[in-house]
């Protein structure tokens, strides 16, 4: 079992920005490629970022590739969301959530995912 706990989240104008946290428990953390989803209320969650473990490459949505850095350490099995410039349409709950140990392939798919978080509310005004 593993828990992930979201931080990090909060108000901020546009263009500013956030760093979201999410703490992993357990002692697979370093197999297990890990991702970033956010979820607007009344519509499906949204894939943002995740990366693989086992080469350290990333994968980003379009609506965030070059404002976004999805990075991990895993010492302190803590993977971040560095957000920068951000935009009201980025409004959102943002969840962490990992796939299961040992499978490397990444994925935009929330269906890929075996653990989530609870989520933390990023909100950005105009």
């Known amino acids: 079992q593993v828990q992930l706990v979201e931080s990090g989240g909060g108000l901020v104008q546009a263009g500013a920005s956030l760093r979201l946290s999410c703490a992993a428990s357990?002692?697979?953390?370093?197999?297990?490629?890990m991702g970033w989803f956010r979820q607007v209320p009344g519509k499906a969650r949204e894939f943002v970022a995740c990366?693989?473990?086992?080469?350290?490459?990333?994968y980003y949505a379009d609506s965030v590739k070059g404002r976004f850095t999805i990075s991990r350490d895993n010492a302190k099995n803590t993977v971040y969301l560095q957000m920068n410039s951000l935009r009201p349409e980025d409004t959102a709950v943002y969840y962490c959530?990992?796939?299961?140990?040992?499978?490397?392939?990444?994925?935009?798919?929330?269906?890929?995912?075996?653990?989530w978080g609870q989520g933390t509310q990023v909100t950005v005004s105009s």
């Open positions: 959530a990992a796939r299961a140990a040992y499978y490397s392939g990444r994925s935009s798919n929330e269906d890929a995912y075996e653990y």
């Open positions: 357990g002692r697979t953390f370093s197999s297990r490629v």
């Open positions: 990366d693989s473990y086992s080469d350290g490459s990333t």
